[in-house]
């Protein structure tokens, strides 16, 4: 199974909802999309969401790093030759995780393929279904309320609540919703690099002593400054994720290495593929840190590749993998399917995806 052809396209998908971080505001989910074409006429799919603000990449780098330096390296291989694909795929350029992410996940679904399996058993097999949190972004509290109250009502047992933002205000938005959908629901916090190490000490501790009950709070600090979540992870007794920060796998390996974080947080668009967050799984599982996988503002097609790798590894206990869910319209056809808060992967061969609806074609690389 040869790769004889790369087309690159893109989709914009509209939002039910707009989505605010302290990092950024988005109304519409776009996301390049590649389809790997074999001497056989299989067909891979990769995706990959600009999320400048975090992994420095926008849609035209996505598209220029792929077309220009390594799509080019990959033409002619054969999809067994994993070894030569991904050392190309690494080496090819420094950077660029995304548009690396995007030929890795192409070549993964091909792999399934290949195997006649479906990606999440042919990476370890070990759940077939699991459930999400969804996100609630970062607005007023009355507003923030009156949103986590919704997602509980449409079955979701776990909210991930987006702050970050003034201390003083997230406070009140966590109080507003804790009292909004009562002790039985999970709360988790996200503050997207929001706050400074000794006013998250500060504010966790308060959270603790109201007995708001929060489960683990993501990324508190700026992402180069380890030794500050560090800080915050020895003087708080809630859990601390590394998010930004457990970029790729050296990152990984350092955090792991100093023990400044309790959990990790993996996303195939910082690591650079699955190939490198089997890698990043594995040395968690050494080091007995648990996971979550995570995931950009992305489509299903994402959605489905990376809840293959967390339904194959033990270590990832949790997923935050609702962007799919957070979206107004779905164009991937095939893929993993939402139960209310249940994700269901799929039993088709590779990622399972039949068609890609309003896929708008840009260029191609033979
Ligand atoms: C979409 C997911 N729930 C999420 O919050 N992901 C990121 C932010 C992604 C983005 O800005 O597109 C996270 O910080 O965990
Ligand atoms: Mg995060």
């Known amino acids: 199974?040869?790769?004889?052809?790369?087309?690159?396209?893109?989709?914009?998908?509209?939002?039910?909802?707009?989505?605010?971080?302290?990092?950024r505001h988005v109304d519409f989910a776009e996301d390049i999309i590649i389809k790997i074409i074999t001497d056989t006429g299989n067909v891979g799919y990769g995706n990959a969401p600009p999320t400048a603000v975090i992994t420095g990449d926008s849609q035209d780098s996505i598209i220029s790093a792929i077309q220009n330096v390594i799509a080019p390296q990959l033409i002619g291989l054969d999809i067994w030759e994993t070894e030569e694909i991904f050392?190309?795929?690494?080496?090819?350029?420094l950077h660029n995780s995304s548009a690396k992410a995007c030929l890795d996940i192409a070549v993964y679904d091909l792999l399934g393929q290949m195997c006649n399996l479906p990606l999440y058993k042919l990476l370890g097999g070990y759940r077939h279904s699991f459930k999400s949190d969804l996100t609630i972004s970062l607005r007023e509290p009355s507003i923030m309320a009156q949103d986590a109250r919704e997602a509980v009502n449409n079955g979701y047992t776990d909210l991930k609540l987006k702050v970050g933002g003034n201390a003083k205000l997230d406070f009140e938005r966590v109080k507003a919703i804790r009292e909004a959908v009562g002790d039985k629901i999970n709360i988790r916090?996200?503050?997207?690099?929001?706050?400074?190490?000794?006013?998250?000490?500060?504010?966790?501790?308060?959270?603790?002593?109201?007995?708001?009950?929060?489960?683990?709070?993501?990324?508190?600090?700026?992402?180069?400054?380890?030794?500050?979540?560090?800080?915050v992870t020895d003087n708080v007794d809630t859990l601390?994720?590394?998010?930004?920060?457990?970029?790729?796998?050296?990152?990984?390996?350092?955090?792991?290495?100093?023990?400044?974080?309790?959990?990790?947080?993996?996303?195939l668009m910082k690591a650079g593929g699955i190939h490198n967050a089997l890698?990043?799984?594995?040395?968690?599982?050494?080091?007995?840190?648990?996971?979550?996988?995570?995931?950009?503002?992305?489509?299903?097609?994402?959605?489905?590749?990376?809840?293959?790798?967390?339904?194959?590894?033990?270590?990832?206990?949790?997923?935050?993998?609702?962007?799919?869910d957070l979206l107004a319209?779905?164009?991937?056809?095939?893929?993993?399917?939402?139960?209310?808060?249940?994700?269901?992967?799929?039993?088709?061969?590779?990622?399972?995806?039949?068609?890609?609806?309003?896929?708008q074609f840009i260029t191609e690389i033979k």
């Not at 199974?1 to 990092?23: N, S």
């Not at 990984?252 to 947080?265: E, W, Y």
């Open 1 to 23: 199974m040869k790769i004889i052809k790369i087309e690159i396209g893109k989709v914009k998908i509209p939002l039910k909802k707009p989505f605010i971080t302290a990092l």
């Open 87 to 93: 050392q190309r795929i690494d080496k090819s350029m």
């Open 189 to 231: 916090l996200d503050a997207n690099q929001g706050w400074k190490p000794k006013e998250a000490v500060r504010l966790i501790r308060q959270f603790e002593d109201k007995g708001l009950n929060i489960e683990l709070i993501e990324q508190p600090v700026i992402a180069h400054d380890m030794s500050g979540l560090k800080f």
């Open 240 to 267: 601390i994720m590394a998010d930004e920060a457990a970029f790729g796998t050296y990152e990984v390996f350092q955090l792991l290495s100093n023990r400044a974080c309790d959990l990790i947080n993996i996303k």
């Open 279 to 324: 890698k990043i799984a594995d040395m968690a599982s050494t080091c007995g840190v648990e996971c979550m996988m995570g995931c950009m503002l992305e489509s299903k097609l994402g959605i489905t590749a990376s809840a293959s790798l967390a339904g194959a590894k033990s270590i990832i206990t949790r997923a935050d993998l609702d962007a799919a």
């Open 329 to 359: 319209e779905d164009p991937i056809k095939g893929g993993i399917s939402y139960n209310k808060n249940t994700i269901l992967l799929n039993e088709q061969a590779g990622l399972g995806i039949s068609e890609i609806q309003n896929w």
